[in-house]
Nanobody, 119 residues
Framework: QVQLVESGGGLVQAGGSLRLSCAAS????????MGWFRQAPGKEREFVAA????????YYADSVKGRSTISRDNAKNTVYLQMNSLKPEDTAVYYC????????????WGQGTQVTVSS
C-alpha cells in the first residue's frame, strides 16, 4: 500500500511558478512510476506528467511540455512538479499517482492540491 500526500498548490498570477510536491509512504517508492494528473471544474481528469522509477525517463502532456518539469528524490520518497509560465487554463486540482512498473493503470492516488492561476 502506498499513501500519497500532495502539497504546494495555491493562487498565483499568470506567468508565475509553483512547485508541487508529493510525499509517498512505503519502502518501495523507488520501484513505482509516478505521475501527475489534473482535473479542472467540469472537465475530465487529464494526464500532466510522469516519471519512471529511476528518474531517467519523463513524459509530458503537450499542454505543459516546455513549461513543466517532473522530478523525483527516491531518498526522500518525494516526486515534484515544477510549473513555470503558468496560464489561467492550468487552474485545476492536481493529483499525484503511483503505479508499479507491471501495472497498466495507476493504482494509488493522493487527495489533490488546488492550483489557481489568475489572469
Amino acid at each position: 500500500q502506498v499513501q500519497l500526500v500532495e502539497s504546494g498548490g495555491g493562487l498565483v498570477q499568470a506567468g508565475g511558478s509553483l512547485r508541487l510536491s508529493c510525499a509517498a509512504s512505503g519502502r518501495t517508492f523507488s520501484s513505482y512510476t509516478m505521475g501527475w494528473f489534473r482535473q479542472a471544474p467540469g472537465k475530465e481528469r487529464e494526464f500532466v506528467a510522469a516519471i519512471d522509477w529511476s528518474g531517467s525517463s519523463t513524459y509530458y502532456a503537450d499542454s505543459v511540455k516546455g513549461r513543466s518539469t517532473i522530478s523525483r528524490d527516491n531518498a526522500k520518497n518525494t516526486v515534484y512538479l515544477q510549473m513555470n509560465s503558468l496560464k489561467p487554463e492550468d487552474t485545476a486540482v492536481y493529483y499525484c499517482a503511483a503505479k508499479r512498473v507491471i501495472a497498466r493503470e495507476y493504482e494509488y492516488w493522493g487527495q489533490g492540491t488546488q492550483v489557481t492561476v489568475s489572469s
